[in-house]
């Protein structure tokens, strides 16, 4: 969450400057420097330009900041780039092709962007499903397998909605409204629909047991750490 403090620091800090004067040591300070201006209004494209000037860039992660598709073109232009994260940034299927172009790129993720899982087929396709992670709509807050032609739940992320409405580890998706769901990616195709802050109704079963209930789907919490 943006502070004062941090708006105040985001305003007078000259972005060359840092980079200039930094050495090996200085990198981290230098990127929470770059985190802090990348959710400074107008900063977001300076402070990737300077960034991948410095020759240094190995891994980033970009939150909630309004890039426009010249920051995704100077990211892809950076030779060395293997991590990549663009989280809630509303970034389109114009930056595909860009994306593509990454071929350093080890993991890449995609998450609560405008990019639509069409438009990211060409990337899912030229990386892998294990290097590109692509994320749409409300998070519910579970990690699933498919068994049966049923959406087996193997995690529950704390403080979710499924969390919070008590579904568990080996519990059943039975319905999304009016939806039966039969797998796990059919799950994730249901809940694309729906943004953060919709209401959905979710019917689950554990043994005999059925249960139902109306929950508020949330924004994408990471399933692993990588």
Sequence with gaps: RETS????????????KVFRNSTARDVPYARRMLGQALSA???HDEAIEVLVTAGR??????RNAPLSLRAVELLSAYPRLERLELRYCPIENDAVPLLGAMNSIERLKLIGTRMTR???APLIEKFGATIVDFREGGFLGVSCYTLNQQCVVSQVVEGTAAAKAGIRQQDIIVRVGDIAITSQDHLIETLARYGVGDKVKLVWSRGSETFDQE???GIFADLDPN
Excluded: T
């Design 118 to 120: 069409d438009g990211v």
């Design 57 to 62: 860039l190995r891994a980033l992660s970009v």
């Design 215 to 217: 929950l508020e789907l």
């Design 41 to 43: 209004a107008g900063k």
């Design 5 to 16: 403090s941090c708006r105040s620091a985001c305003s007078s800090w000259d972005p060359q």
